[in-house]
């Protein structure tokens, strides 16, 4: 057992948390998580968050609920294919430095805050938006087994420290992801994304819907926040 803030966690013990607000995506998600390979003596939980209030308020209480040193934040329209992912992540948290994994984002973020604004994105994920019409959104690959970034894409977050989310900014759907890796590295942590070259870990199947009217609102919350920290590629 690891003990971080004060609280034990099961060092051999992995859960997936998901605000869910359909039943049919969540139970294609889930399907996919519990058929994941997991190493011997490894557990897995599953917690679905029904009803909150906002992304960053059900993943602090699925933060609240697990006792799994190993957590892995995804949205409903997430499925995991890597079978191995739990022994891959292992893998790269078995580097003490690194805080935050994710499947795809950006190296340095830009003065607007919005990681596929970066000049430099790295990661991989297939993308299903339309039925018969699937696309590899595939940017850099890590030189290496992973490569450092500053900002990840909220489709699939995962951590091995338990930073609390910052429900008390991000009080609807947007920005949550790019503030807790903001917060990972305030922290003295690394945000990661994997090499995915050989094949990719995810498939995200989001509707085409032009952003929410207060997607721009919660931009600028994060750019007053963390502005000071960025420091945009030019």
């Given at each position: 057992?690891?003990?971080?803030?004060?609280?034990?966690?099961?060092?051999?013990?992995?859960?997936?948390?998901?605000?869910?607000?359909?039943?049919?995506?969540?139970?294609?998600?889930?399907?996919?998580?519990?058929?994941?390979?997991?190493?011997?003596?490894?557990?897995?939980?599953?917690?679905?968050?029904?009803?909150?209030?906002?992304?960053?308020?059900?993943?602090?209480?699925?933060?609240?609920?697990?006792?799994?040193?190993?957590?892995?934040?995804?949205?409903q329209?997430?499925?995991?294919?890597?079978?191995?992912?739990?022994?891959?992540?292992?893998?790269?948290?078995?580097?003490?430095?690194?805080?935050?994994?994710?499947?795809?984002?950006c190296?340095?973020?830009?003065?607007?805050?919005?990681?596929?604004?970066?000049?430099?994105?790295?990661?991989?994920?297939?993308?299903?938006?339309e039925?018969?019409?699937?696309?590899?959104?595939?940017?850099?690959?890590?030189?290496?087994?992973?490569?450092?970034v500053q900002?990840?894409?909220?489709?699939?977050?995962?951590?091995?420290?338990?930073?609390?989310?910052?429900?008390?900014?991000?009080?609807?759907?947007?920005?949550?992801?790019?503030?807790?890796?903001?917060?990972?590295?305030?922290?003295?942590?690394?945000?990661?994304?994997?090499?995915?070259?050989?094949?990719?870990?995810?498939?995200?199947c989001?509707?085409?819907?032009?952003?929410?009217?207060?997607?721009?609102?919660?931009?600028?919350?994060?750019?007053?926040e963390?502005?000071?920290?960025?420091?945009?590629?030019?």
């Amino acid at each position: 057992m690891g003990e971080i803030g004060g609280r034990k966690l099961d060092e051999r013990k992995v859960a997936f948390i998901t605000c869910v607000n359909s039943e049919d995506w969540y139970s294609e998600c889930l399907l996919y998580l519990q058929h994941l390979n997991l190493p011997e003596g490894f557990t897995a939980e599953f917690l679905p968050q029904r009803g909150a209030a906002s992304m960053c308020a059900g993943y602090n209480a699925g933060q609240r609920e697990s006792e799994a040193k190993y957590k892995v934040y995804l949205h409903q329209d997430t499925l995991v294919v890597n079978k191995n992912l739990v022994a891959d992540l292992l893998k790269l948290f078995a580097h003490p430095e690194i805080g935050l994994v994710g499947v795809i984002g950006c190296r340095s973020l830009p003065a607007t805050g919005v990681w596929w604004d970066g000049l430099r994105t790295y990661g991989r994920v297939l993308h299903a938006c339309e039925p018969e019409s699937v696309v590899d959104s595939h940017c850099r690959e890590p030189e290496g087994d992973y490569q450092e970034v500053q900002a990840v894409d909220g489709l699939f977050l995962a951590t091995q420290y338990d930073i609390p989310w910052r429900e008390d900014l991000f009080t609807g759907w947007h920005m949550y992801d790019t503030s807790m890796c903001m917060e990972m590295q305030r922290a003295g942590y690394q945000v990661v994304v994997p090499n995915q070259e050989e094949d990719f870990w995810c498939i995200h199947c989001p509707k085409e819907k032009p952003l929410a009217s207060s997607y721009k609102g919660y931009r600028k919350l994060f750019v007053k926040e963390y502005g000071g920290e960025l420091c945009p590629e030019v």
